[in-house]
């Protein structure tokens, strides 16, 4: 394959078109080294709202219509051209079959029309690596906690390009997956976490003792830094149960206080134990539900408390976007990673430890 990046000058800051598609957005970015030169979305999140969640099959066809347009108004944001690209990435995984694969075929016919390397890379470390477009290159070594509607993980980046160790995950709902279930149960609408969100802050976080999952001493060894919500939507929907029950109000932003600060707790708890466990005195957080008011507040406190520095992308690089993908893409075609076959699928379950495929 002709590649530009086999000339090195150009391996030093090649441009990197990113393509992510992995769930209801459509995110196209340039990227040039660290320089975020165009960020593009579009979403179909608004046709989910009568159904409660996303519909696959809907952010398929979304996909195949926006992907085009997507990508022709990145091109004319950066003021660039196809032929100008150096390198394509793709999200290839973890997310739907039916979304990744729409944005996979357009890679691969893209790096195939223009003779271009490309990266299938993976979405979740494409979350932490976006940061370093926002507050400059990694150190040594970060820490990264990415929480989303799909995603709550705990990376071990030693170099974001090749070394990547997950220490933890959810056994069973993400983060903001259990806030849209509270929310749901407390009648809010869907999604319900920016909804949970802004009662939690009227509310009493001390109100309510809900359980912190996977907390108990018998997990020390087995799940140090895995994640459980499920018992706690369950406590929840308990309590909700057994205060109608007895006839009394329900003091929602309580509640919603209550369940939050449960979250929130177990999340930073774990993730700065594993910081001083491993010598990592940098945390980066992203995923849509670093949006969260609570989290950004105690990550805050106790990052600072403990002296670890903690990075936080703004919102717009936390929900699914292109940019990530173009940074993940800059940075292994930096690092001299080799690209990917253009016969490559796509993995709706990509371990995060794979960086690229
Ligand atoms: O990353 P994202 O846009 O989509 C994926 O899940 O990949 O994250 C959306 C998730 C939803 O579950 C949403 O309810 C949650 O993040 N979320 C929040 C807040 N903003 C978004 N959850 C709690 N508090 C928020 N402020
Ligand atoms: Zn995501």
Not at 9 to 20: F, K, T, W
Not at 107 to 126: E, Y
Not at 336 to 349: H, K, M, N, Q
């Amino acid at each position: 394959m002709t590649s530009p990046l086999n000339d090195p000058s150009a391996r030093q800051d090649p441009l990197i078109l990113g393509i992510e598609s992995t769930c209801d957005e459509t995110g196209v970015a340039l990227v040039r080294g660290n320089t975020l030169l165009a960020d593009v979305t579009a979403s179909s999140m608004d046709e989910y709202a009568r159904y409660g969640g996303i519909i696959p099959e809907i952010a398929s066809r979304a996909h195949l219509e926006s992907l085009v347009p997507t990508i022709q108004a990145a091109l004319t944001e950066a003021k660039v051209t196809l032929s100008d690209v150096d390198g394509i990435a793709v999200a290839s995984g973890p997310g739907l079959v039916g979304s990744l694969t729409m944005g996979v075929t357009a890679a691969k016919s893209l790096a195939l029309a223009l003779g271009n390397p490309l990266w299938g890379v993976n979405h979740v470390i494409g979350h932490a690596c976006v940061d370093q477009l926002v507050h400059g290159p990694f150190p040594e070594k970060v820490m990264a906690l990415v929480v989303s509607g799909g995603h709550s993980s705990l990376l071990l980046i030693r170099d974001i390009a090749t070394d990547v160790e997950e220490l933890g995950q959810t056994l069973d709902d993400a983060a903001g997956e259990a806030f849209d279930k509270v929310g749901r149960l407390l009648g809010l609408p869907y999604p319900g976490g920016p909804h949970v969100d802004a009662l939690a802050r009227q509310g009493n976080p001390h109100a309510i003792r809900f359980p912190r999952g996977l907390t108990a001493p018998k997990y020390k060894d087995t799940h140090a830094y895995d994640f459980s919500f499920s018992g706690l939507k369950t406590a929840v929907a308990r309590y909700v149960e057994a205060e109608t029950d007895a006839g009394r109000a329900l003091n929602v932003p309580d509640i919603a206080a209550s369940f939050a600060e449960a979250v929130v707790d177990v999340l930073t708890a774990k993730t700065l134990a594993a910081c001083q466990r491993h010598g990592v005195d940098t945390l980066v957080i992203g995923g849509g539900f670093s949006a969260n008011s609570q989290l950004r507040q105690m990550a805050a406190e106790r990052g600072a408390a403990a002296g670890i520095t903690v990075r936080i992308p703004p919102i717009r690089y936390c929900t699914d976007n292109g940019a990530m993908i173009a940074a993940l893409g800059s940075a292994v075609a930096r690092a001299g990673v080799s690209p990917s076959a253009l016969t490559i699928g796509v993995d709706s379950s990509m371990p995060l430890d794979v960086i690229t495929v």
